[in-house]
């Protein structure tokens, strides 16, 4: 019953999310994965992620106010599917050009998601979104350090992997 519900609300976000963008993102490449060193690339639009499995986060950090509920899929389901088997660095590009590495074993580590929505409500560009980098920051103490805070990247738009 869990599951179904699940499935209905993503449904029903995809829906939402269609209506309010006028459907003009689901055909726009959202995300762009690939080799730092050149190479095949993987494309997603917000349409392609939101039918990956989609896992929700409850956490605070420093740019939000209290614990919210964030909902995106795994990191690490988004590098499997663009074939960063063997990866062990990766790279992450703003919209704005602001770049941040990450060692690939956290995300084996912990659940970190591209989220895309926050509160039920599709991340904008205004918002910090569409895709926003999320840690269970609340989750785990170890977490609850500037290093990881300065990882929660917004506005991603490409992920390069070595």
Request: aromatic share 10%.
């Amino acid at each position: 019953m869990a599951n179904c519900m699940k499935q209905h609300l993503v449904g029903l976000f995809v829906l939402l999310f269609t209506i309010f963008t006028g459907g003009l993102a689901q055909a726009e490449t959202a995300l762009t994965v690939g080799p730092a060193s050149g190479g095949a690339e993987t494309t997603f639009t917000i349409e392609e992620l939101l039918k990956l499995d989609q896992v929700e986060i409850v956490t605070a950090n420093e740019f939000v106010d209290g614990k919210r509920v964030f909902s995106g899929p795994l990191i690490r389901d988004v590098l499997d599917i663009s074939h960063a088997n063997g990866a062990q660095h990766i790279r992450i590009t703003a919209a704005n050009d602001y770049q941040i590495e990450i060692d690939v074993e956290e995300f084996h580590k912990y659940d970190v998601i591209l989220a895309l929505s926050m509160d039920g409500v599709a991340l904008s560009r205004r918002d910090k979104g569409p895709i926003w980098l999320i840690y269970p920051m609340s989750d785990f103490v170890e977490l609850q350090d500037p290093v990881f805070n300065n990882r929660l990247i917004w506005q991603v738009v490409k992920v390069e992997y070595w």
